[in-house]
């Protein structure tokens, strides 16, 4: 009966971490209630970690070990999270993901190597949870290399692909062996995830950096996956249930991206798009056109409407206060302001969003790219921070560019364009951007911040 009971407990405190998860996950889809939902998932994952524990009935060494391996790994997370700054926040990501694939990966080593305990089917879950958290795990890790500017070259030889595979058909050789051999072949376990890990390495090196994103999106969908196979290898509902809402999540994001840069999955992991060699493109011929920063303050505080297209640059230069306190300035005197976000703009989905929500931006002036699309037109002013690829025409009207059907904001079709931009370089993907070459547009060189600051002082002045 006690035993009843335990189980019992077991399976209704997971059934309120299912709900908590996914209460969490439903309220991180609105910047109005993302912190809440970030805390109410955080109160899910605590209860299963205390479920668990509590039950797991280890011995005092064990339980030891595990709760020494929280404190350290909560501490490390804690102080890291504290300190990272915006910019590097998909970095991280990429880090924590890898993480979790790697424990994913270790629990199926663990697994695997006491095969004997385990049914068939056991057993082939857990080779599967192994390959994918193994890939995660590796991949992550280049990808955290490229964002971080530690690997800044891709890695491309002629029949990569055709190696890849040979890698890939190895691995899922050894996994058979593996399921169907286990007391015979350790060293073939061994084998088994040094190719997998090998595996995530080469899947990522040939892959841009602009692309990364993406990247990082489908291995945290890996990760998950890898997760919910262990936990029915340990028949643990909680893991299950946290790696299917990561996985489905993670799934559901990185389509979101690929369809926001118009482009397919297998596209984005073997068409090597994003370092810069087709730089040029046909469609871009002219010159850049600078103004200062006195001259556009005077535009932008007699206009009636302007929209602000914040980017990666805004994110780099700490920018986000500055521009707010702009805006201000600007709606004071009676201009219509609104923030103009692409899906992909920054480095990960809602980068832009969390950088305004910080500089205490209203929800209410922050349009996505089909809200705000049409509204380009009837503005008077367009003002580019460190916004590059998401504006740029060539991907509606040149088919010979690298990013043509990307979705992209019409900033091209305002009366007057304002970009702030540190020099005439290249956007992330390293194609020329044939809005900066218009007639209507004007480039204010300079650091995002310290340029918000020269037009704040511009539209004080105005009379």
């Not at 501490?75 to 890291?80: D, P």
């Given at each position: 009966?006690?035993v009843?009971?335990?189980?019992s ?6 059934l309120?971490?299912a709900f908590?998860f996914?209460v969490?996950?439903?309220r991180?889809s609105s910047?109005?209630?993302?912190a809440?939902g970030?805390r109410?998932?955080?109160?899910g994952?605590?209860?299963a970690?205390?479920?668990?524990l ?6 005092q060494t064990n ?7 929280i404190l350290?790994?909560?501490v490390?997370?804690?102080v890291t999270?504290?300190?990272v700054a915006?910019t590097?926040m998909p970095q991280?990501?990429?880090l924590y993901n ?7 990966a270790?629990i199926a ?5 006491r095969?004997?305990e385990?049914?068939l089917?056991h ?6 949870g192994g390959f994918i958290g ?10 955290f ?5 530690l690997?800044t070259?891709?890695i ?6 055709f ?9 899922v ?5 593996v ?5 015979d072949a350790p060293?073939?376990?061994s084998?088994?995830?040094a190719?997998?890990l090998v ?6 090196l040939?892959?841009?950096g ?5 990247v990082i ?10 997760v919910a196979f262990e936990?029915?290898?340990?028949d643990n509902?909680?893991m299950i249930i ?5 996985g489905s999540a993670?799934t559901l994001l990185?389509?979101l ?20 060699s087709?730089?040029?493109?046909a ?6 056109k ?11 505080a007699f206009?009636q409407k ?7 640059g ?6 986000q206060?500055k521009v ?6 600007l709606i004071?005197r ?7 976000i692409?899906?992909?703009?920054g480095r ?5 969003n ?8 209203p929800?209410?002036?922050i349009?996505?790219l089909e809200e ?10 367009a003002?580019?921070?460190g916004?590059n690829?998401?504006v740029?025409p060539?991907?509606r009207?040149d088919?010979?560019?690298?990013i043509f059907?990307m979705?992209?904001?019409n900033?091209d079709k305002?009366?007057?364009v304002?970009?702030i931009k ?9 194609i020329?951007?044939?809005?900066f ?5 004007r ?7 310290a340029?918000?600051?020269q037009?704040?002082?511009?539209v004080?002045?105005?009379?």
């Amino acid at each position: 009966m006690g035993v009843f009971s335990s189980q019992s407990m077991i399976q209704v405190s997971y059934l309120v971490v299912a709900f908590l998860f996914i209460v969490g996950l439903k309220r991180m889809s609105s910047p109005v209630t993302a912190a809440s939902g970030i805390r109410w998932a955080g109160l899910g994952m605590l209860l299963a970690t205390i479920v668990t524990l509590a039950f797991m009935g280890a011995s005092q060494t064990n339980l030891i070990l595990v709760v020494s391996a929280i404190l350290i790994g909560s501490v490390l997370a804690w102080v890291t999270g504290k300190r990272v700054a915006m910019t590097d926040m998909p970095q991280m990501i990429a880090l924590y993901n890898g993480f979790g694939g790697g424990a994913a990966a270790a629990i199926a080593a663990v697994e695997l190597f006491r095969g004997s305990e385990h049914s068939l089917t056991h057993l082939a879950l857990a080779v599967i949870g192994g390959f994918i958290g193994a890939v995660s795990f590796s991949g992550s890790l280049i990808a955290f290399g490229k964002l971080q500017g530690l690997i800044t070259k891709s890695i491309r030889f002629a029949g990569q692909k055709f190696v890849n595979l040979l890698i890939l058909i190895g691995t899922v050789g050894l996994g058979v062996v593996v399921v169907f051999g286990i007391n015979d072949a350790p060293p073939a376990i061994s084998l088994f995830f040094a190719l997998a890990l090998v595996l995530g390495v080469a899947m990522t090196l040939p892959i841009g950096g602009a692309d990364m994103p993406v990247v990082i999106s489908l291995y945290n969908a890996l990760t998950g996956l890898a997760v919910a196979f262990e936990g029915f290898v340990l028949d643990n509902a909680a893991m299950i249930i946290a790696g299917t809402v990561v996985g489905s999540a993670g799934t559901l994001l990185t389509q979101l991206m690929a369809k926001a840069m118009n482009r397919s999955l297998g596209n984005v992991l073997f068409a090597n798009f994003g370092e810069g060699s087709s730089a040029a493109c046909a469609g871009v011929n002219g010159t850049q056109k600078a103004i200062e920063a006195s001259d556009a303050g005077v535009m932008m505080a007699f206009s009636q409407k302007v929209i602000v297209v914040p980017g990666y640059g805004l994110a780099v230069a700490q920018a986000q206060h500055k521009v707010w306190e702009l805006c201000q300035l600007l709606i004071e005197r009676g201009v219509t302001v609104k923030f103009a976000i692409h899906p992909v703009a920054g480095r990960m989905p809602g980068h832009m969003n969390v950088l305004l929500a910080e500089a205490g931006v209203p929800y209410e002036l922050i349009a996505d790219l089909e809200e705000i699309n049409a509204e380009f037109e009837t503005t008077d002013v367009a003002l580019i921070i460190g916004a590059n690829d998401v504006v740029n025409p060539l991907a509606r009207t040149d088919p010979s560019s690298p990013i043509f059907g990307m979705p992209s904001l019409n900033a091209d079709k305002v009366k007057n364009v304002i970009v702030i931009k540190r020099g005439q370089g290249q956007g992330f993907s390293g194609i020329d951007n044939a809005l900066f070459v218009l007639d209507q547009t004007r480039m204010l060189y300079g650091d995002g911040q310290a340029a918000a600051n020269q037009l704040i002082q511009a539209v004080k002045a105005v009379e």
